[in-house]
């Protein structure tokens, strides 16, 4: 199996706050150190907490809302608006 060295990253999750240094290779290519990184969805970060993953859903959640509040605004049709907003 080939892994493409761009993509492969490191995320510590230790217990203590502890600075290690120590720098990981694949091949002969050093690998970056991340502090959050998105797998499969989901944001994860090397203190193991929420706090990425759902400011990023909450951000989607605004972005959706705003275009969603824009497209209604000057609609006056209460059922085409209660439709748009179930459909959405």
């Known amino acids: 199996m080939e892994f493409n060295v761009e993509k492969c990253k490191v995320l510590r999750v230790v217990r203590t706050r502890t600075i290690y240094d120590r720098q990981y290779t694949l091949g002969s290519s050093h690998l970056s150190v991340v502090q959050s990184e998105k797998d499969l969805g989901v944001w994860i970060s090397d203190t193991l907490n929420w706090n ?11 972005k959706m809302l705003g275009l969603l509040y824009r497209t209604l605004k000057d609609i006056d049709d209460n059922s085409v608006k209660r439709l748009l907003y179930f459909t959405w």
Not at 52 to 62: C, F, L, S, W, Y
């Open 52 to 62: 990425i993953h759902t400011d990023n859903i909450v951000a989607k959640a605004q």
